[in-house]
Nanobody, 116 residues
Framework: VQLVESGGGLVQAGESLRLSCAAS????????MGWYRQAPGKQRELVAD???????NYADSVRTRFTISRDNAKNMVYLQMNSLKPEDTAVYYC???????????WGQGTQVTVSS
């Protein structure tokens, strides 16, 4: 499974970004898809994830600002990020859990930088 993230960049506080994650196979084969982030000097943390049946989970810090979604036909997972804050600055990773192999797969990450 290959995952390719895109959509990161440098924005000012209050602005928005949409991250995209393209999967190399049907996302129906994944039991869970999610976005994680890792800021310098910090551990990687869950931002949001969505199960195959559509259950969604958000980190408390992003719950009112970020939205995870997917496009089954395009094998894509998105993260819409609104009202960005400097503390959202991190490398954002797409991760999927394969129901077929019982393994997890990670993308290469995309940098999001929010200036104050």
């Amino acid at each position: 499974v290959q995952l390719v993230e895109s959509g990161g960049g440098l924005v000012q506080a209050g602005e928005s970004l949409r991250l995209s994650c393209a999967a190399s196979r049907s996302i129906f084969s994944f039991s869970r898809m999610g976005w994680y982030r890792q800021a310098p000097g910090k551990q990687r943390e869950l931002v949001a994830d969505i199960t195959r049946v559509g259950n969604i989970n958000y980190a408390d810090s992003v719950r009112t600002r970020f939205t995870i979604s997917r496009d089954n036909a395009k094998n894509m997972v998105y993260l819409q990020m609104n009202s960005l804050k400097p503390e959202d600055t991190a490398v954002y990773y797409c991760k999927v859990d394969s129901a077929l192999t019982q393994r997890e797969y990670w993308g290469q990450g995309t940098q999001v930088t929010v200036s104050s």
